[in-house]
């Protein structure tokens, strides 16, 4: 079965500074990576998916993540955060057609406070 | 094209009570998935779907039915209602191949 760790409950940035979010993924083969975001109350949004190919894979509102496979991680980045970003932030892995066969498995999240 | 739609968006319930989430999507997609997302756990898999007439439970299926006798329609149901299924329920969907799963807005649940 596999299992996601992110590290971080909380992560404090301030606006226009860089971030990056951690993510491990446990999982015996080429996993289905992807990053959601949530605002308060509200639904997933999809940020990013590795699927296969390109490890640096570009997302919406600027986000983009690097698949590395010698350290099970799957971070996301963004070179300058808006007040915006300020939400709830879950990576998850699948292991069968992009995860919707079997279901995903999500982290627990972290959450992004943004400072003015 | 309303892609995944939840009902009801909110809903009390005592204890003991039943209820049914429905979840239906008009994407024609196989796959379909009911999570549930509590404080500090991120989403859990309750139970899943890869086509009418198969269902298969998740991480955390104890509580829940499931049944899938349309492509389009997706219901969960709490037979006896207890306070720990307080959650808010996602339900997610997806066609075959490598597609990422669309998520409703979810229903906020509250077991008294």
């Known amino acids: 079965a596999q299992s996601v760790t992110q590290p971080d409950i909380h992560i404090t940035v301030s606006e226009g500074a860089s971030l990056e979010l951690r993510c491990n993924y446990s999982y015996g083969a080429t996993p289905y990576l992807f990053w959601y975001v949530q605002s308060p109350g509200q639904g997933l949004q999809l940020l990013l998916k590795y699927f296969s190919g390109d490890t640096l894979v570009q997302g919406i509102k600027g986000f983009e993540a690097e698949f590395k496979r010698s350290q099970s991680s799957f971070n996301l980045r963004k070179p300058s955060v808006h007040w915006s970003d300020a939400a709830e932030y879950f990576c998850a892995v699948g292991a069968r057609s992009g995860g919707g066969a079997d279901g995903l498995t999500f982290g627990k999240g972290t959450h992004l406070i943004i400072q003015p | 094209n309303a892609g995944v739609t939840q009902t009801p968006k909110f809903q009390v319930l005592k204890t003991g009570q039943s209820m049914t989430l429905q979840c239906a999507q008009d994407m024609n997609h196989e796959y379909m998935s009911w999570y549930r997302q509590d404080p500090g756990m991120g989403l859990r898999l309750i139970h899943y779907?890869?086509?009418?007439?198969?269902?298969d439970q998740g991480e955390v299926p104890n509580g829940y039915n499931v049944s899938r006798s349309t492509t389009e329609d997706f219901p969960l149901r709490l037979l006896s209602a207890a306070p720990s299924q307080t959650s808010v329920y996602f339900c997610?969907?997806?066609?075959?191949?490598?597609?990422?799963?669309?998520f409703g807005d979810g229903t906020r649940l509250s077991i008294l």
């Open positions: 997610a969907s997806s066609g075959q191949g490598d597609q990422p799963q669309h």
């Open positions: 779907s890869v086509g009418a007439g198969i269902t």
